[in-house]
């Protein structure tokens, strides 16, 4: 009896033990028994704003490699636009859903544009020369980029103009010296500037492109004035009502000549500029949408509903940056009239992105996740509907200018207008971006994601991440930047019981100090790993 009692609690004793070691009970990291931390909500119906782009500015820059030898310029396209994929899955290129190109206004083609040598290329050509006629062969660089973007299906553009042309304004110069008032065009020139808008945009509809904005008032907070000799760039400020002047003899015109885009007012300097300030150049949504306004121009059949601003100098703090965005969609809302934010530059100007840190220090990851910690902070606090960095190819490379002012760095073989070949490298901000563009496409609506380890402020400076769905609500997109220095394990709360993903299986892109897009696949089961210091997006389908 002793002896069968004995074999019984051995029996019983191994039997727990194996049970023990099959389900690992020891293990807290176990997916079959959850994480520690706590999981995310996927809160697919409460939906913000739809996406309508993210793109990239050609600025003044691809007029010159836009004119470079087909096996130089073809890759720089193909880093911009292209939707494809190597034989290891990985993106070829970014995708951009929208390219921004400039309106030349013809300092180039003066005998003395008073731009100092070293920003011969900021200097662009016009269309239309002093006599009235139209080239428009003009504009090779720009017009070689649009075309490529068009063949590789971007679906959309822009044009914006920061000046008249040099024969239409007050001093002769495409920039303001002392004593020209505001807007560097005269009163009996407004009807000039406003077909010549319209000439320009009627010469790329008739090409097949389709623009669905251009704005002719870019940054009209500043002053842009310089002694003739030292100007580096051109530029006019102009006041609030100079602006509604012009917009409305420019909605007649377009109406005559049926020109499709919209006119989009304002692109302000800075997002203040948007909702606050008392001088005339400011405080733009109110004096151009409030019906009380002498600025009123709401009520114009050409305008466009995206409201543009830049979000450089908004980043100093979280809570600045935050309360920026916040305020910008309020006044936007407030307006009653169905308007949306586009950010339509960005780069890293002034200091913010340091963060007291020493630049000797900085890695290439570094810029790039700070760039895609202001476009989390536009759409998720913003909503921004569209996103575009400035500038796609830039060539300077003084300081630490490397990683901060584009997507890629060129390099002229000479540095002059009469360069005739070059090199380029793609930064990392072009795959950070990509992060976004190639994944995010139009018409997906993001959806709210509530992260429990942190509150607003805190995820911003640490661990971000949004959600974007397509308008089938099948294919889902998530995007997390992780800017700490350890790897993180997400998991979502409901999963296999309130949703669940085709196979189990998440595709996931890599943006880090060593990964460019780099594809990986991965189960819920085996964990979602956001590495440290990484930007990562996962795509799945829905059950």
């Not at 293990?27 to 782009?53: C, R, V, W, Y």
């Not at 063949?151 to 495409?174: D, L, R, S």
């Not at 830049?310 to 407030?334: E, I, M, P, V």
């Not at 290439?364 to 796609?392: C, E, P, R």
């Amino acid at each position: 009896m002793n002896k069968s009692l004995t074999k019984i609690l051995i029996i019983l004793i191994l039997s727990i033990s194996i049970s023990c070691e099959k389900d690992n009970f020891t293990d807290p990291n176990d997916p079959k028994f959850g994480s520690l931390e706590p999981a995310m909500q996927l809160n697919f119906s409460n939906e913000e704003q739809t996406i309508d782009h993210f793109g990239a500015s050609g600025g003044f820059q691809d007029q010159w490699v836009g004119k470079w030898p087909d096996a130089s310029k073809e890759p720089v396209a193909k880093l911009l636009f292209s939707s494809g994929f190597d034989s290891n899955g990985n993106p070829e290129g970014i995708g951009l859903s929208l390219w921004r190109t400039y309106i030349g206004d013809g300092s180039i083609e003066q005998s003395n544009s008073g731009f100092r040598a070293s920003s011969w290329f900021r200097e662009t050509e016009c269309f239309l020369d002093a006599n009235g006629n139209y080239d428009w062969t003009k504009q090779e660089g720009e017009q070689w980029f649009l075309q490529k973007a068009k063949e590789y299906g971007v679906p959309q553009f822009t044009a914006w103009a920061i000046t008249a042309p040099y024969f239409m304004t007050k001093n002769g110069y495409t920039f303001r010296t002392v004593g020209n008032g505001n807007f560097n065009c005269p009163v009996d020139k407004y009807d000039d500037y406003a077909n010549f808008i319209a000439e320009v945009m009627k010469n790329y509809e008739s090409k097949g492109y389709n623009f669905s904005t251009v704005c002719a008032f870019n940054e009209t907070q500043y002053e842009w004035t310089a002694d003739v000799g030292q100007a580096q760039q051109s530029g006019t400020k102009a006041s609030n009502a100079e602006v509604a002047a012009v917009s409305r003899i420019m909605d007649q015109v377009f109406t005559d000549k049926g020109v499709n885009a919209k006119m989009m007012i304002p692109e302000a300097g800075q997002l203040r500029y948007l909702y606050t300030g008392t001088g005339n150049t400011e405080n733009q949504i109110s004096s151009f949408w409030d019906t009380s306004s002498p600025n009123y121009i709401g009520n114009l059949t050409n305008l466009s509903k995206h409201v543009a601003g830049h979000s450089y100098f908004s980043n100093n703090t979280t809570d600045n940056s935050l309360n920026q965005r916040k305020s910008t969609k309020t006044a936007l809302l407030n307006t009653g009239a169905g308007l949306d934010y586009w950010q339509t530059e960005y780069s890293l100007l002034g200091t913010a992105y340091q963060q007291g840190r020493d630049i000797s220090t900085l890695k290439s990851i570094d810029y790039a996740q700070w760039m895609a910690k202001i476009i989390h902070t536009d759409l998720v606090f913003g909503n921004a509907t569209g996103w575009s960095f400035w500038t796609a190819l830039n060539q300077s490379t003084f300081g630490d200018h490397k990683e901060r002012f584009n997507l890629i760095l060129y390099t002229p073989n000479s540095p002059s207008q009469s360069h005739t070949n070059g090199t380029f490298e793609a930064v990392k901000n072009l795959w950070a971006l990509g992060n976004y563009s190639r994944f995010v496409r139009p018409g997906m609506i993001r959806f709210e994601i509530v992260d429990p380890n942190y509150n607003e402020v805190t995820s911003v400076e640490n661990f971000m991440i949004s959600g974007y769905k397509d308008s089938t609500g099948k294919q889902i997109v998530i995007v997390a930047n992780n800017m700490t220095d350890s790897a993180r394990t997400i998991n979502f709360a409901g999963y296999g019981s309130d949703f669940e993903i085709v196979s189990d299986r998440f595709e996931m892109y890599t943006t880090s100090e060593t990964q460019n897009l780099e594809k990986s696949t991965a189960t819920y089961d085996d964990g979602l790993v956001i590495p440290a210091k990484s930007i990562v997006t996962l795509t799945a389908t829905l059950e």
